[in-house]
């Protein structure tokens, strides 16, 4: 148990749709990362916050959006679903920018 | 200069042999290179890594080895098992921002 916790495990739904997927980062850890990977795929980075701030942005759709709060949980909105969408998403926390990134268990989207 | 290429895409090895996967990178300023190692349904976790200021870093079973000068670096993992059956993904960073440029991966299959 890496100590990440994501919600939910596992999404099904339609195209134009939005979700929200929720992350909370290991206890203590500032820097919360989301990466999406397709089926037998690489890891796709998307977005990183740190302490609430964005840090770094990677291959992220308009689409899509992110936000950490306060409280250090981070939530990954995903809006006008596309069939190809459907991926897991991982959300990965470190205790600071750089060194081990712990993941969660990842959320599976499906888009039909 | 910002890619790692990670080879072989698949691989199969027999229980009890070597098991080796190779990256390279181009971007000299990379300077952290770590092993991430994936189980079906998991998120990632770090299995080894290795700075530049040593050519082998090595934690039981598995052995980083890094060739700063052909800018290559390589997971060797002896006496495979099959419980060493994942995908492997090679990362690397600069010590500036630690954001991880990641390898596509190797799906390793131990055969018992």
């Known amino acids: 148990d890496s100590g990440v916790t994501q919600t939910p495990k596992h999404l099904i739904t339609a195209t134009g749709q939005r979700v929200t997927l929720r992350c909370s980062p290991r206890?203590?850890?500032?820097?919360v990362y989301w990466y999406q990977q397709s089926l037998d795929q690489g890891l796709q980075f998307l977005i990183q916050?740190?302490?609430?701030?964005?840090?770094a942005k990677g291959n992220i759709l308009e689409r899509f959006s992110a936000q950490q709060f306060p409280d250090l949980h981070s939530e990954l909105n995903l809006s006008s679903l596309e069939l190809g969408d459907s991926a897991l998403y991982f959300c990965?926390?470190?205790?600071?920018?750089?060194?081990?990134?712990?993941f969660g268990e990842g959320s599976r989207l499906t888009v039909l | 200069q910002q890619q790692v290429k990670q080879s072989p895409q698949s691989l199969i090895v027999q229980k009890g042999g070597i098991s080796i996967i190779n990256c390279a990178y181009e971007n000299t300023a990379f300077d952290y290179f770590p092993w991430y190692q994936q189980f079906p349904g998991k998120g990632p976790a770090l299995l080894i890594a290795?700075?530049?200021d040593v050519s082998e870093k090595k934690e039981g079973r598995f052995t980083i080895s890094f060739n700063k000068s052909a800018k290559q670096f390589s997971l060797h993992i002896m006496d495979s098992q099959p419980g060493d059956s994942a995908t492997y993904f090679c990362a690397a960073s600069r010590a500036s921002n630690y954001q991880l440029i990641w390898g596509a991966g190797t799906k390793l299959i131990i055969k018992p």
């Open positions: 916050y740190y302490n609430g701030e964005e840090r």
């Open positions: 290795i700075r530049p």
């Open positions: 206890s203590g850890d500032l820097s």
């Open positions: 990965a926390s470190s205790d600071r920018e750089g060194g081990e990134l712990f």
